[in-house]
């Protein structure tokens, strides 16, 4: 467990401090905040029964904030979504490879 903090930790240092194509101070904080908001779902986690329903469960009550803030993102003009990009993330989920993915995976991360 402290090997995984400690290399986490060094590749945060890594990406923030390599020179010209250092991210921004924003972005360094949203990595930060989402590596430590993995960490304490993952430790929680361990107290929450068998595996698969817990998280099924944990996506059942995340899915609806998640398409709120897809809607508001779409109409603010922040989502720049391409016919071909839809078709793309609809085959990956169809597609062998895709089904041994989380359910929706492909679709938010194309």
């Not at 991210?23 to 986690?45: D, E, K, Q």
């Not at 071909?84 to 169809?94: D, F, H, I, N, Y």
């Amino acid at each position: 467990m402290w090997a995984g903090l400690v290399l986490a930790l060094g590749g945060l240092v890594h990406l923030s401090l390599r020179g010209a194509r250092v991210p921004s101070l924003g972005g360094t904080g949203l990595m930060l905040a989402a590596g430590v908001a993995w960490g304490v779902y993952s430790l929680r986690g361990r107290r929450s029964g068998p595996p698969l329903p817990a998280t099924a469960d944990n996506f059942r009550r995340a899915a609806p904030l998640a398409v709120l803030v897809s809607i508001v993102a779409v109409l603010a003009g922040a989502i720049h979504l391409t016919p071909a990009g839809a078709a793309l993330a609809v085959a990956s989920e169809r597609s062998p490879r895709g089904s041994d993915t989380s359910p929706g995976t492909a679709r938010f991360l194309t």
